[in-house]
């Protein structure tokens, strides 16, 4: 199983956009501080009403600054951490992984959408963030219950949806390198769903795991291909964000061996 590889990346990555979240909230507490106030009170003026109307510029630009692009360059080589101990770990039964130029570049490509939705999901708080700016100068409100606002949104929105979408990002990468061993295999398909087993399981991966027996998949955690699909299509929703578990393909000895024949 990958759960080693995958909780490491999770906590190196919640560590680092801690560190940029925070470099990136020292930055909005300049631009707040530089608009104009009474006593602490943001004013309608006509300076404070362009500045954030113009912010959204100046708030991508600091969120770079402070580190953001720079972090998911580096989420997209850890990558390669995920591929090098997939190969020296490949649990007991499974199919070694099989690589084509075909498939570098379809993980190659994979690597390239993650990276765009991370820059749409911060781009989106970014505006989330000006809106709040702007209001704040129409409302006349508290400069310090504005820079709250803001904080909030880095805490409770881009904060959590990138990590959500950094953790669903990894398993997605392993699974399609699952896949692509598969499609360069010679022969009958048999899969074991593999993941941990914890408070945090989900109902579907409990039946997919075998802890939850189902009849439709008699034999779980071993599944052959036709199961896997039907699995798969059946518990999608369930399974799309912050998933664990994967789909390990295993030889057929190993399956019939584990089901019985």
Same mark, same amino acid.
């Not at 925070?22 to 707040?32: D, N, P, S, V």
């Not at 990894?170 to 593999?194: C, H, M, N, P, S």
């Given at each position: ?89 490949? +649990? =007991? %039964?499974?199919? *070694?992984? #099989? ?5 570098? &570049?379809?993980? $190659? ?103 939850? +027996? =189902? %009849?439709?998949? *008699?034999? #779980? ?5 036709? &199961?896997?699909? $039907? ?31």
């Amino acid at each position: 199983m990958y759960d080693k590889i995958l909780d490491e990346q999770i906590e190196w990555f919640e560590r680092n956009l801690d560190k940029v979240l925070t470099a990136f909230q020292k930055r909005i507490e300049t631009l707040i501080g530089d608009l104009q106030t009474t006593n602490g009170i943001l004013i309608y003026s006509d300076i404070n009403v362009q500045q954030a109307y113009q912010s959204y510029a100046a708030l991508q630009q600091m969120l770079q600054e402070s580190g953001f692009n720079e972090l998911v360059q580096a989420a997209q080589e850890k990558e390669n951490d995920i591929l090098k101990y997939m190969r020296e770990h490949r +649990p =007991d %039964g499974a199919v *070694p992984l #099989a690589f084509t130029m075909q498939t570098a &570049e379809k993980l $190659q490509g994979m690597s390239a959408i993650y990276a765009t939705q991370f820059q749409s999901v911060a781009a989106q708080e970014m505006r989330n963030i000006q809106q709040i700016i702007v209001k704040s100068v129409i409302a006349g409100i508290d400069s310090e219950d504005a820079i709250q606002q803001i904080r909030d949104v880095l805490e409770n929105n881009l904060k959590r949806y990138a990590t959500t979408y950094f953790n669903t990002s990894r398993g997605e990468f392993i699974q399609a390198v699952e896949y692509a061993t598969k499609d360069e295999y010679k022969g009958e398909l048999f899969w074991e769903y593999q993941g941990p087993i914890d408070d945090l399981t989900r109902p579907a991966c409990r039946i997919g795991m075998g802890i939850d +027996p =189902d %009849g439709r998949y *008699p034999n #779980a955690p071993f599944f052959t291909d036709e &199961e896997r699909i $039907q699995f798969e299509a059946e518990t999608a929703g369930e399974r799309e964000y912050n998933c664990r578990h994967d789909f390990i393909q295993i030889e057929p000895e190993y399956y019939w061996e584990n089901v019985g024949k």
